[in-house]
C-alpha cells in the first residue's frame, strides 16, 4: 500500500473509534465500588447523642469578667501586658475595654491582627460597638477612615508606620497597641514583622499582646522588657477551653460518628470508612 494510502486508513481507524456515526460505544464501566455502609449500632447512636448534648444557645446571663480579665485591665493602666489564655476566653474583651476607656479620653489606639479576615472582622466588630466614625481600618487592600482615633489594621501596616516614623522624625499617631495573636512572632516567614514591631514602638506607647497558643511566656516578656525598657505583666490564664471542642465525621450516607472513642483515640469506625481500598484497574482496551 502507498504511504498515503497507509495514513489514510490510520484516519479512517481513528474516525471508526470517535467520528462515524455508525460507531456505537458500550455502556461506560464504573470506575470504582460503591462504599457501602451499615447503619448505626445502639452503642454508635448513644455516641452521637452524647456528642450532641448541650448544643445550642446558652442560657441568657449577666456578664461576669473573670479575674485574670480584671487583673490585665489593672496592670495596663502602669505596664505592657502578655494575656495567654486559651481561645473563646474573653481576651479580646480585655482590648474592648481598654478601648473604650481610652477613647473616653480621647486618646488613640492600634489594633492589629495577622490577617487580613481577621481585621476586616474586627472591623466590623468594632465600628459596630463604638461607632463607625471612631474606627479607621488600613490593609493591603483598604485604607477607610485613616484619622479615626480607633485604627485596626495588620501588623504589617504599623510596623511600616514605624518606620515611616524613623525616617522622619515625626511620633507615631497612636497611645497604645494592641498585638492580637501575639505567638505570630514564632512564624518562620512573618516573625519578625512581630519583633520589630515591639522594638521600634516607642516606651511611651503601652502594648498589650493577646495569644492563645505562645510558649514560654515568662521567656517572651523578658525580651520584651529587654528590647523595650519596659515592665511586662503576664497574665496566664491556664486550663482548657471554656468552649468545648467536639470533632465528628459525617459519612457519604449522612451518618454522624464521633472522630475520637472514650479514650480520645481516633474512633476505629472512622478509620476503617476512611482508609483507601486497594482497587485494580484493568487497561481500556479499543
Do not use: C
Request: charged share 35%; hydrophobic share 35%; no cysteine.
Amino acid at each position: 500500500m502507498p504511504r498515503n494510502d497507509r495514513g489514510r486508513g490510520r484516519k479512517d481507524q481513528r474516525r471508526n473509534r470517535s467520528g462515524d456515526r455508525s460507531y456505537k460505544r458500550g455502556p461506560r464501566r464504573e470506575s470504582s465500588d460503591k462504599t457501602v455502609e451499615s447503619r448505626q449500632t445502639a452503642s454508635q447512636l448513644r455516641a452521637v447523642e452524647e456528642l450532641l448534648s448541650g448544643i445550642g444557645v446558652p442560657t441568657q446571663r449577666p456578664f461576669v469578667p473573670d479575674d485574670f480579665q480584671l487583673e490585665a485591665l489593672e496592670a495596663i493602666e502602669h505596664f505592657d501586658v502578655l494575656v495567654t489564655a486559651p481561645t473563646g476566653s474573653g481576651k479580646t474583651w480585655i482590648a474592648r475595654e481598654e478601648i473604650r476607656r481610652l477613647l473616653a479620653k480621647g486618646q488613640q489606639i492600634w489594633y492589629t491582627t495577622p490577617l487580613k479576615a481577621l481585621t476586616n472582622s474586627k472591623y466590623i466588630e468594632f465600628s459596630k460597638e463604638f461607632g463607625p466614625e471612631n474606627v479607621g481600618i488600613l490593609t493591603g487592600d483598604r485604607k477607610e477612615n485613616a484619622d479615626a482615633p480607633l485604627i485596626v489594621g495588620t501588623t504589617e501596616i504599623y510596623r511600616n508606620q514605624l518606620f515611616d516614623s524613623l525616617r522622619t522624625g515625626e511620633d507615631v499617631r497612636t497611645d497604645f497597641v494592641i498585638l492580637d495573636e501575639a505567638h505570630y512572632l514564632s512564624d518562620d516567614d512573618r516573625g519578625h514583622v512581630w519583633e520589630e514591631a515591639i522594638i521600634l514602638t516607642p516606651p511611651r506607647i503601652r502594648i498589650l499582646l493577646l495569644s492563645a497558643t505562645v510558649g514560654h511566656a515568662d521567656v517572651f516578656a523578658k525580651w520584651i522588657e529587654e528590647v523595650r525598657g519596659t515592665k511586662v505583666r503576664v497574665i496566664d490564664r491556664a486550663g482548657s477551653r471554656p468552649v468545648e471542642l467536639r470533632a465528628a465525621y459525617l459519612s457519604s450516607n449522612l451518618q454522624l460518628y464521633p472522630l475520637f472513642d472514650e479514650d480520645g483515640k481516633l474512633n476505629k469506625i472512622v478509620d476503617d470508612m476512611s482508609r483507601p481500598e486497594q482497587r485494580s484497574y484493568r487497561r481500556r482496551k479499543y
